[in-house]
């Protein structure tokens, strides 16, 4: 598989009170996920998952319900978050394969997801700059964590096993694909991601436009509600 190419580096420079809170609120964060999961990459990813799926949706509720008000168009705003949204929710199915939460983490989910949906839908509220700004400090934390989870199969602490089979069928993989190949992806999904969220808090903050990360193409969820049924 060609390694998706995507820029490691990238760190929005905090301008403002409003991007060091941002940059703040996510070091600590950070520093609690660090201190809760150590090493353990899996179960990392699939609770943290569970938290990065909430933005994209508050975000697309917020500007749709702003749009309906004010009746103007969205520039594409609503479609891009529900579709990171949605991309979050695959890497959640996708990591669910992988580690299976303990009932320990079901709970801290649950919590953590009422305190967070809660606490971001207000922040969005009060300054969807923030909240963009938030985001994008977020996906720079996940894209790191996940270089990290590649060093730990690299470095053989975690084994390189078959990419599980939704993952293979989302991202399109080849048929030997690896664990390590579905941790690429999706870390360019999460530098993606990265990028669309500073450059939302750019516009608003009336910054100029940096450049945004390609997304790796997987295929569009189709409704199966027949097959539900
Ligand atoms: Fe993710
Ligand atoms: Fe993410």
């Not at 749709?64 to 949204?85: N, P, Q, S, Y």
């Not at 964590?145 to 078959?162: F, I, K, Q």
């Amino acid at each position: 598989m060609i390694e998706p190419f995507i820029d490691l580096g990238v760190h929005h420079k905090p301008q403002g009170l409003s991007d060091r809170v941002a940059l703040g609120f996510t070091k600590v964060l950070r520093w609690t996920a660090d201190t809760f999961f150590a090493e353990r990459y899996g179960h990392r990813a699939v609770v943290l998952e569970t938290v990065a799926a909430v933005p994209g949706m508050v975000g697309a509720t917020i500007n749709h319900l702003a749009c309906l008000r004010r009746m103007v168009d969205d520039k594409g705003w609503i479609k891009t978050l529900m579709d990171e949204a949605e991309n979050e929710r695959m890497h959640l199915m996708t990591f669910i394969e992988i580690s299976k939460p303990t009932g320990f983490e079901r709970a801290v989910i649950i919590g953590v997801q009422w305190v967070f949906y809660l606490f971001f839908f207000a922040l969005y509220l009060v300054s969807s700059k923030t909240a963009h700004r938030v985001v994008g400090y977020f996906e720079e934390e996940a894209v790191i964590s996940y270089t990290h989870y590649l060093a730990e199969l690299d470095e053989g602490r975690s084994p390189n096993v078959p990419a599980p089979a939704i993952a293979k069928r989302y991202w399109a993989l080849p048929d030997g694909a690896t664990l390590r190949d579905v941790i690429l992806v999706v870390r360019a999904d999460e530098a993606h991601h990265r990028d669309v969220n500073h450059g939302f808090a750019n516009q608003i903050g009336g910054l100029p436009e940096t450049s945004v990360a390609p997304c790796p193409p997987h295929v569009p969820l189709e409704p199966i509600w027949k097959q539900a049924a």
